[in-house]
Every structure is written in C-alpha cells, then in structure tokens.
C-alpha cells in the first residue's frame, strides 16, 4: 500500500524568506509520480509541481523547487521568496498505477 | 478548456435524503477519481473509474454510497440515504494518465452538509 507522511501540521515563514514543507513517501513500486498541490482558503486544489521516480534532477516551477531523495523516500517542497499569497495548505501526494495518495496537509502562514 | 465541472456548488440537505452530486471531466481524460475533505480524515479516495470503468472502489464508505460513470463525460456520486457525518468537501478530478501518474485536474468541489 502506499503512504504520504507530512508531519508538519503548520509552518509560519516570514515573507521574502524560504521555506520547506517535509514529505516522505512509502510504496514498493519503482515507477511512481510525486506531486504538491496547493489549496487556498477558498477551496479549489492547484498542481504546484511534478516530480517522477526515474528523473534525474529536482523538479522547479518558478519560486517552487520540489527537493526529491530516493534513497530517504523524501520529497520534500522549497517555497523560495515566500509571499503573503503563498499562506494555504500544502498537499503532497504520490500517484502509483493510476491512483494518488494524499498527504494530511502543512498550513503555511506567510507573516508580513 | 473549461476544468472539471462539479455541480451543485452547495447542497444542503435533511438527514435521510437522497444526495447526487454530479461531476463533467475535462474532455479526454481517461481517470476520473473522487475524494472527499474532511477535517478529521482529510483528503481520501472514493471511488476513481478508468473508460468509464470502477477500478478501485475500496474507499467508498458503506453501501449508502455509489457512484456512476454512465459516459465519458460525465459521473455521479449518490449518498442515500445521507447521515450528518456525510457532511464534507467532496471533489471529483481528472486526469489523461498517460504514464499511470499525471497531476490531477480538480473540480471547485461540493460542499455537502447534512443536517
């Protein structure tokens, strides 16, 4: 079965600084997707960042870096330059076989 | 592309009703999938179909649910009959799975209480 660990239920980040939102995974498929999704107060769940199990390099998407260590099962999520916009909950998931798992979730507060 | 379409936004409703909650995928999608947001559980799996077909039905809750997938375009979750711990976001997303792990596409979501 697979499993997504997020143990930080809240995170508090100054704006302009970094931040890493932990993520580990568990699954005994070699070929699997990891992914972040952010969810604003308002509802709506937004792709953040992709990483698959056989690339090479870390994933990126602007301010987002996806920070992935196969051998730990670690992927965790770099916030750089934060900004008040980025105050939400962070899901991380992992798709195996067509089905994704869902962490618990990190709310991330962006102090000014 | 108009995202994944989830219809009602809201719904409120007694406990015992029958509850229906609608779901258009983006079209072309071959997975479509169903979660449901709670507090205490967060995001789980529903139900998720692959052509229209259930693959993994293993979270859906009790035999008050069910879920449909008559076409391409379209899905039904249906609690009957509801109970107050229904209440709950429940989303329906969709993905084209070329590689068996593509980044879902969510829907606003339904809000369902169940007084």
């Known amino acids: 079965a697979q499993k997504i660990t997020q143990t930080q239920p809240g995170m508090f980040v100054q704006e302009k600084e970094a931040v890493t939102l932990d993520c580990t995974y568990d699954t005994s498929d070699p070929s699997y997707g990891l992914f972040w999704y952010k969810q604003p107060s308002s509802g709506e769940m937004i792709f953040l960042i992709y990483q698959g199990s056989y690339d090479q390099q870390n994933a990126t998407e602007g301010r987002y870096s996806l920070n992935f260590q196969k051998a730990r099962k670690s992927a965790n999520l770099v916030i750089s330059a934060s900004q008040l916009g980025d105050s939400a909950m962070y899901f991380c998931a992992m798709a195996v076989a067509g089905k994704s798992t869902f962490g618990d979730g990190t709310t991330l507060t962006v102090k000014p | ?115």
């Open chain 2, 1 to 115: 592309d108009a995202g994944v379409i989830q219809s009602p936004r809201h719904e409120v409703t007694e406990m015992g009703q029958e509850v229906t909650l609608r779901c258009k995928p983006i079209s072309g999608h071959d997975y479509l999938f169903w979660y449901r947001q709670t507090m205490m559980r967060g995001l789980e799996l529903l139900i998720y179909f692959n052509n229209n077909v259930p693959i993994d039905d293993s979270g859906m809750p009790e035999d008050r649910f069910s879920a449909k997938m008559p076409n391409a375009s379209f899905s039904t979750l249906k609690i009957q009959p509801s109970e107050p711990r229904d209440s709950a976001v429940y989303f329906c997303a969709s993905s084209p799975q070329d590689r068996g792990f593509e980044k879902l596409f969510f829907g606003s979501g339904t809000q369902l209480s169940v007084l």
